[in-house]
C-alpha cells in the first residue's frame, strides 16, 4: 500500500451518529451513542461485546437502529449512499471459486464502477494490499492473511470517502499490519476511516481519534494525546500510557 496515494472521492465534512440505539431481542448493544467522525483515523475501541461490531454495521446500514445517522457536508445533512461507504466486516465469506482480480472487480462493479474502471479499480487495489502476485490465485487457495487483504482490497477499490474496518489488522503479518496502517495515514487527509481494533498498537500508530464503547455506551471520545495524558495520570508500572488509559477507563464497568 503506498501512503502517497491518496482516494479520489470527494471530502466529507463529518458523520454524525446521534442517539443510536440498537438491540439484538432483549439485548441492547448500542444505548444513545452519540459522536462525530471527521477525516482522520477514528479507532474504536472496547471489550468484547461492546458494541462496536453493531455500531459498524449500523452505520452501513445494515443494523436496524434507533436516532440518526448521517453525513454532514458543506452544513448539508443527508444520509450515508452505499457508495460512499466501503466496508471491512469483522467476518466475511468470499466466492472460493473466483480469483482475487475477479472479486474486487466484482465488488468496485456493485458500488457503482463501469466494468472498465472495474478493472482497474482492481489492479490497483490488489497492488495496495501487496496482493499483484495472487490476482489470478483462487480464493481457495489463499492463506488467513490473505484473504483478509483481499477483504481490505474489496473495501477501498471504489476509493469510499467512507472507510469502516472491523479488526483490519488481524492476521496480518507485522510487514502487512505496517503496510496498512501506512496507507490509512496516508489516505485519512480527505477520508473518515473508522477501525475497529483490540491492538492499542494500531492507535498509537495511527489515530488521531479514540472512541471507546462499553456496555453499548460511548465512555472516551477524545484524541489520542488526550487519551494518552489520561493514562499518564493512571500509568501502573510496566504498561504504556495507551495501556493505562485504556484499563483505567475500561476496568470495573458493568458488562450488558
Ligand atoms: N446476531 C446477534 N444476536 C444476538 N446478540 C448479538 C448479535 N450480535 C451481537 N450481539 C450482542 O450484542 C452485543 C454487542 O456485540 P458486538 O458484536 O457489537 O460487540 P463487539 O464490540 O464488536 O465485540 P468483539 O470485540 O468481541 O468483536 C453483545 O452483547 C453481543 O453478544
Known amino acids: 500500500m503506498k501512503a502517497q496515494e491518496r482516494p479520489g472521492g470527494p471530502a466529507l465534512r463529518r458523520i454524525e451518529v446521534e442517539n443510536v440505539s440498537a438491540r439484538y431481542g432483549q439485548v441492547r448493544a448500542l444505548d444513545s451513542v452519540t459522536f462525530s ?15 462496536k461490531t453493531t455500531l459498524m454495521s449500523s452505520i452501513v446500514g445494515i443494523k436496524t437502529h434507533d436516532g440518526r445517522i448521517e453525513v454532514v457536508e458543506g452544513g448539508q445533512r443527508a444520509q450515508i449512499r452505499p457508495t460512499d461507504v466501503g466496508y471491512l466486516p469483522q467476518r466475511f465469506d468470499l466466492a472460493s471459486a473466483m480469483c482475487c482480480h475477479e472479486t474486487v472487480q466484482y465488488a468496485a462493479w456493485c458500488q457503482g464502477r463501469s466494468p472498465r474502471q472495474a478493472r482497474q479499480a482492481s489492479v490497483d487495489a490488489l497492488e495496495r494490499v501487496g496482493l499483484t502476485d495472487k490476482a489470478h490465485a483462487k480464493v481457495k487457495t489463499l ?18 470517502p467512507i472507510l469502516l474496518l472491523d479488526e483490519p489488522t488481524v492476521g496480518l503479518d507485522p510487514t502487512q499490519r505496517y ?3 501506512e496507507y490509512l495515514t496516508g489516505i485519512a487527509e480527505n477520508t473518515c476511516v473508522v477501525v475497529s481494533t483490540h491492538l ?12 471507546i464503547i462499553d456496555g453499548g455506551k460511548i465512555i472516551f471520545n477524545d484524541t489520542k494525546d488526550a487519551m494518552v495524558a489520561h493514562g499518564a495520570q493512571h500509568q501502573h508500572a510496566g504498561e504504556s500510557t495507551l495501556e493505562a488509559a485504556y484499563r483505567s477507563l475500561t476496568d470495573g464497568k458493568p458488562r450488558p
Open 143 to 160: 492463506s488467513g492473511g490473505q484473504r483478509q487483504r483481499l477483504g481490505i482490497a474489496c473495501a477501498i477499490a471504489h476509493r469510499p
Open 200 to 211: 492499542l498498537e494500531d492507535v498509537h500508530v495511527m489515530a488521531d481519534q479514540v472512541v
Open 179 to 181: 503496510r496498512l496502517r
Open 37 to 51: 467522525v471527521t477525516p482522520g483515523v477514528c479507532a474504536l475501541l472496547g471489550p468484547n461485546g461492546a458494541g
